[in-house]
């Protein structure tokens, strides 16, 4: 038995140590996704003001012909 207990308590270390990789790995991950989302609404922004002034150069080239 005690090498049944000495497996469990190998097991349970390895499980606390993969859970700590995990947690790492998560807010790893969160914060990447946090900072393409601040990209991503740049990008927008961007397309946006392009989009807004295509439409101005179009008007302006419409009213001069």
Known sequence: TEALQNNAETLVARIA????????RRTRLELQFANLETVLSG????????????????NLN????
């Open 43 to 58: 990008l927008q922004s961007q397309q946006t003001a392009l989009t807004n002034l295509a439409n101005t150069l179009s």
């Open 17 to 24: 140590d993969i859970d700590a990789r995990l947690a790492i």
């Open 62 to 65: 419409s009213s001069n012909n």
